[in-house]
């Protein structure tokens, strides 16, 4: 009786080692070509943003003048920016507009964001990570959370909208309590409507997963023998966490944290939804007060048939990709100065 043959394990591969060098060479081109060609996309995109943006925001004619004969040279490197630009409210007009109110509404909200975000997501991960049971309680938890960093923007919008802009209808469709003075710093009023808390609340929901998430790693990094060392010395749980485990997780909790910051610069479609302005002519005053940030002002400018309000766009770009890097750099700074060997 004929024998069955054996049936390869490597079924579909080339069986020759020449086979297999030219399919691994392959795959390789295929990568750098690939590679390669985001990189040559990204820098023809950075080149003409740059091209586009950077006549609205440095006088070049000045610079050329700083160092032709007769000049000051670098002595007067303040006449070289436009400094109108970020002075200037926002105008009809391309060349009186700027990028003060959306500026300074980026600042207010993301102000308000850092500071409701970071305490609620590492304390949340303090809890899971250091104190809560694991049972299916704390497993379903994870899995929400994991499940929450990857929901589209636009849908933490829609919860801002309802919990935090409109209070879920509580006081009425126009009915309001407020206390304090609406010009002053001291002012509030429920529900929260279209101010800058409203837009900060809601661009909390949207990074808090993410801090969660990297502050729980940032604990989990931290090897149990310091743990057991502390609660050996008499330390209870919470005197071991905040003197041991909080502060050998604080750089990758900063880095975590801050890049998620930095995504919530760049956000545009929660606010959208809560319906925050496009064209705005004044700075926040206090929590209440109407705002715009820096993406919805691109997007406004960008959308305009006029090819000056596209080059004011492309200086808006310059300037937000110019804060982002500044915060990926802090992150990575922040990494680097605290971190400490755990071994």
């Known amino acids: 009786m004929p024998s069955t043959p054996a049936i390869r394990a490597d079924r579909g591969q080339p069986s020759s080692q020449a086979g297999r060098v030219a399919l691994n060479r392959g795959f390789l081109l295929v990568c750098l070509v690939a590679t390669n060609f985001a990189v040559l996309l990204l820098a023809v995109l950075l080149i003409s943003i740059a091209y586009k943006g950077l006549p609205w925001l440095f006088d070049f004619a000045s610079i050329k003048a700083s160092f032709s004969e007769g000049g000051d040279g670098f002595a007067g490197f303040k006449h070289w920016f436009r400094w109108e630009f970020f002075t200037e409210f926002t105008s009809r007009k391309a060349k009186s507009a700027g990028i003060r109110a959306p500026l300074w509404g980026s600042v207010w909200v993301c102000a308000i964001c850092a500071l409701t975000a970071l305490p ?20 379903f938890i994870q899995t929400n959370i994991r499940n929450l960093a990857g929901v589209p923007s636009i849908v933490y ?11 879920f209808r509580v006081f009425g469709a126009d ?12 002012y509030l009023q429920l529900p929260f409507g279209q101010g800058v808390l409203a837009g900060g609340l809601t661009l909390m929901l949207v990074i808090l997963p993410i801090i969660i998430i990297a502050s729980q790693e940032a604990f989990r990094s931290i090897p149990n023998s310091l743990r057991e060392a502390s609660l050996a010395l008499g330390s ?12 050998a997780a604080i750089p990758m909790i900063m880095t975590g944290s801050i890049l998620a ?13 809560l319906g925050v302005p496009l064209f705005i002519s004044n700075t926040p005053i206090n929590m209440m007060s109407d705002f715009t940030i820096l993406p919805m002002q691109i997007y ?20 937000l990709l110019v804060v982002l890097l500044t915060f990926n750099a802090i992150a990575v700074f922040i990494r680097q ?3 400490r060997s755990l071994a």
């Open 120 to 139: 609620v997501g590492v304390g949340t991960a303090i809890y899971l990570e250091e104190f809560a049971p694991r049972n299916r309680v704390t497993r």
């Open 157 to 167: 919008g829609i919860l801002g909208l309802t919990a935090f802009s409109r209070l």
């Open 175 to 186: 009915e309001a309590w407020s206390i304090g003075d609406p010009e002053s710093l001291f």
């Open 236 to 247: 209870t749980k919470w005197q071991t966490v905040w003197n041991v485990t909080l502060p």
């Open 261 to 273: 910051i930095s995504r919530a610069i760049g956000e545009a479609a929660p606010l959208l939804v």
């Open 300 to 319: 406004n400018w960008a959308s305009r048939p006029q090819e000056d309000f596209h080059g004011i766009a492309a200086a808006a770009i310059i300037v």
């Open 337 to 339: 100065k605290l971190h």
